[in-house]
């Protein structure tokens, strides 16, 4: 089993629309967790942190659920650029700070 | 602001050659990974560096070899390529502490025939 797991899509919605991806972890020791986006043949960036209290930016919204070990994307009123590939990224918190990634949720948006 | 630099960009190999694959920052980050990505795969680190004289395994080790020349350089080699190591190869940085975001070079796309 995958220590993060994400249903890799794709997610096809139309402009406008709203959508969620989740993503599973089965470290409890994860202790930091951020979403990344991936545009086709280009490096991860990040998108936003994600923190226990849950976190808004934008159209975009983080939430995180520790007990259930599962983290959430909301994005609203999509836009044809928020297609892309969104990865879902934990932390344990060592020494040597090393990122674990999921293979990714697909989205495409269209006209 | 450059970044994370990765050289080259891309790369054609025959199984048995060797290369480097180069990674520089200008950012001043103490720590500095290698991953390699596969179609459906995700990202799998394959060697990290924590700090500036420190090498450590990650997921993939094997066929590779790093060297953290100092702060600013991490390097990957490939002694004896592979088709297996056909992949993309980011380099990525992170000053730890500073929530361990971590930035990543434009990758590596390397084919080995």
């Known amino acids: 089993r995958k220590e993060v797991e994400q249903d890799p899509g794709p997610f096809n919605v139309p402009e406008g629309a709203t959508v969620a991806f989740n993503c599973t972890y089965s470290?409890?020791?994860?202790?930091?967790f951020f979403w990344y986006r991936q545009d086709c043949r280009k490096e991860p960036k990040l998108l936003m942190s994600?923190?226990?209290s849950g976190n808004e930016d934008g159209r975009f919204t983080a939430q995180l659920n520790r007990a259930s070990q599962y983290i959430s994307l909301l994005i609203r009123d999509s836009k044809l650029s928020d297609s892309a590939t969104y990865l879902c990224?934990?932390?344990?918190?060592?020494?040597?700070?090393?990122?674990?990634f999921g293979s990714g949720t697909r989205l495409l948006v269209r006209p | 602001n450059a970044g994370v630099t990765q050289t080259p960009k891309f790369q054609v190999l025959k199984t048995g050659q060797s290369m480097t694959l180069q990674c520089a920052q200008d950012m001043n980050h103490n720590s500095m990974y290698w991953y390699r990505q596969d179609p459906g795969m995700g990202l799998r680190l394959i060697y990290y560096?924590?700090?500036?004289?420190?090498?450590d395994k990650g997921e993939v080790p094997n066929g590779y070899n790093v060297s953290r020349l100092n702060k600013r350089e991490f390097s990957l080699r490939l002694e004896s390529a592979a088709p297996s190591q056909t992949s993309v190869y980011f380099c990525?940085?992170?000053?730890?502490?500073?929530?361990?975001?971590?930035?990543f070079g434009a990758g590596t796309r390397l084919s080995v025939l």
């Open positions: 990525a940085s992170v000053q730890a502490g500073a929530k361990n975001i971590q930035y």
């Open positions: 994600v923190y226990s």
């Open positions: 470290n409890s020791a994860s202790q930091s």
């Open positions: 560096s924590a700090s500036e004289g420190t090498t």
């Open positions: 990224v934990v932390n344990r918190m060592d020494s040597s700070y090393k990122l674990i």
